[in-house]
């Protein structure tokens, strides 16, 4: 059985930086997509940051060059870098793993960006 556990999530004043880690129990995820996902109070959820195993990235518009996403297959576990915070980033993260059109999520990880 796969499980995903989020963590590094908290409060964080404007401007801060917060490192969310997600690590996969399980099977290997090296032929897996990884991704972050957030959804804030009343808005859908939506997809922060992708990639795949080969290494290629995508990012939603609104983060491209302040956050980065990287993997540790090794270690099962995927990253989100997320620097220059702003109070819309504040969010619920989601941590998933796609293969073969099957999705796995984490329970989630609270990102607050507050003065």
């Known amino acids: 059985q796969v499980q995903l556990m989020e963590s590094g999530g908290g409060l964080v004043q404007p401007g801060g930086s917060l490192r969310l880690s997600c690590v996969v129990s399980g099977r290997s995820i090296s032929l897996n997509a990884m991704g972050w996902y957030r959804q804030a109070p009343g808005k859908q959820r939506e997809l922060v940051a992708r990639i795949n195993s080969y290494g290629s990235i995508n990012y939603a518009d609104s983060v491209k060059g302040r956050f980065t996403i990287s993997r540790d297959n090794a270690k099962k576990t995927v990253y989100l870098q997320m620097n220059s915070l702003k109070p819309e980033d504040t969010a619920v993260y989601y941590c998933?793993?796609?293969?073969?059109?099957?999705?796995?999520w984490g329970q989630g990880t609270q990102v607050t960006v507050s003065s």
């Open positions: 998933n793993s796609q293969r073969l059109n099957i999705d796995y």
